[in-house]
């Protein structure tokens, strides 16, 4: 898309974007940040399932909610939308088959000179996938993960109990990942109020789909408030424009187990988990590129 503003070409890098975008409110969210953001060369977006417990077709109506987005921001020809895999995999040798897993291969492995990043607002199934499929993507890119509960010892959280084989097989491999786990990413607190609603259609849409699932979930008390939500999956965003250096620790990666417990049985494989991850750089820069494009 044409930005308002542009940056050094040595700056950019290349980004997919992975995720469930119609599991709930936050996605959407990051994803119109990211396709705001001059930094990134957006390689593609990839409809991420969310289990079966609301629907029997995840991945299919993320898919549909990411060409929505593409619709509302006029992009649909400048950005395309991929099918990620239909479920989790079947154990931690097995990959599912998709377009997905292809797409990351193939950027992975190509000759371009800009780093690869994806991140990853779902579970990671299409990540290992494509790592069981072809390994040698393990040094030549680098992940981006909201999920995974508190550090040390872990907890159930919605991404990871979607795929914990998935996680397992990340967590051995020798892939960079950056974790930002549920106790930091929960911190990106906005309420209904957002600054987004006189901003075109897609302002107007963010603001409506927020709105009315809390009303669509008010029964449930996991989402008691009624007036904020937590945009979760924004610091994927975010750290890509600041790793906030001070802010994340290199840890042995754990193996996790059914209920979602870190096991830390290792100290050669090391991730970065995020402690903290800055709410008002986050969430003030999505709203100022947000009026830069789309107000008067």
């Given at each position: 898309?044409?930005?308002?503003?542009?940056?050094?070409?040595?700056?950019?890098?290349?980004?997919?974007?992975?995720t469930?975008?119609?599991?709930?409110?936050?996605?959407?969210?990051?994803?119109?940040?990211?396709?705001?953001?001059?930094?990134?060369?957006?390689k593609?977006?990839?409809?991420?399932?969310?289990?079966?417990?609301?629907?029997?077709?995840?991945?299919?109506?993320?898919?549909?909610?990411?060409?929505?987005?593409?619709?509302?921001?006029?992009?649909?020809?400048?950005?395309?939308?991929?099918?990620?895999?239909?479920?989790?995999?079947?154990?931690?040798?097995?990959?599912?088959?998709?377009?997905?897993?292809?797409?990351?291969?193939?950027?992975?492995m190509?000759?371009?000179?800009?780093?690869?990043?994806?991140?990853?607002?779902?579970?990671?199934?299409?990540?290992?996938?494509?790592?069981?499929?072809?390994?040698?993507?393990?040094?030549?890119?680098?992940a981006?993960?909201?999920?995974?509960?508190?550090?040390?010892?872990?907890?159930?959280?919605?991404?990871?109990?979607?795929?914990?084989?998935?996680?397992?097989?990340?967590?051995?491999?020798?892939?960079?990942?950056?974790?930002?786990?549920?106790?930091?990413?929960?911190?990106?607190?906005?309420?209904?109020?957002?600054?987004?609603?006189?901003?075109?259609?897609?302002?107007e849409?963010?603001?409506?789909?927020?709105?009315?699932?809390?009303?669509?979930?008010?029964?449930?008390?996991?989402?008691?408030?009624?007036?904020?939500?937590?945009?979760?999956?924004?610091?994927?965003?975010s750290?890509?424009?600041?790793?906030?250096?001070?802010?994340?620790?290199?840890?042995?990666?754990?193996?996790?187990?059914?209920?979602?417990?870190?096991?830390?049985?290792?100290?050669?494989?090391?991730?970065?988990?995020?402690?903290?991850?800055?709410?008002?750089?986050?969430?003030?820069?999505?709203?100022?590129?947000?009026?830069?494009?789309?107000?008067?």
């Open positions: 898309m044409k930005h308002r503003f542009d940056i050094p070409d040595t700056k950019k890098i290349r980004l997919i974007i992975d469930d975008a119609k599991n709930e409110a936050d996605d959407q969210f990051a994803i119109v940040h990211a396709l705001l953001t001059p930094r990134f060369i957006v593609g977006i990839i409809a991420a399932h969310f289990g079966t417990q609301r629907t029997a077709k995840s991945m299919q109506e993320s898919y549909e909610e990411c060409v929505k987005i593409l619709e509302l921001m006029d992009l649909t020809s400048e950005v395309k939308v991929y099918h990620g895999a239909e479920a989790k995999i079947p154990d931690e040798h097995t990959p599912m088959p998709s377009e997905s897993a292809d797409l990351i291969i193939r950027e992975a190509s000759d371009s000179d800009k780093p690869l990043y994806v991140i990853f607002l779902g579970p990671l199934t299409d990540l290992a996938s494509a790592y069981l499929k072809e390994p040698a993507i393990e040094n030549r890119l680098t981006i993960w909201i999920g995974g509960g508190a550090w040390p010892n872990g907890e159930r959280e919605f991404n990871l109990g979607n795929d914990i084989d998935a996680a397992n097989v990340v967590m051995r491999s020798n892939i960079p990942l950056w974790q930002v786990p549920r106790n930091v990413y929960t911190t990106m607190r906005v309420s209904l109020a957002v600054k987004v609603k006189p901003y075109g259609k897609i302002g849409y963010l603001f409506r789909q927020l709105y009315d699932l809390n009303f669509k979930l008010k029964d449930n008390m996991r989402f008691p408030k009624g007036e904020m939500w937590s945009l979760g999956d924004s610091p994927a965003v750290l890509l424009l600041d790793p906030h250096e001070y802010h994340y620790e290199m840890k042995p990666a754990p193996r996790i187990t059914p209920d979602m417990r870190y096991v830390h049985y290792q100290n050669e494989r090391f991730i970065g988990v995020y402690n903290y991850v800055d709410p008002r750089f986050t969430l003030e820069d999505f709203f100022a590129k947000l009026k830069l494009h789309y107000g008067e």
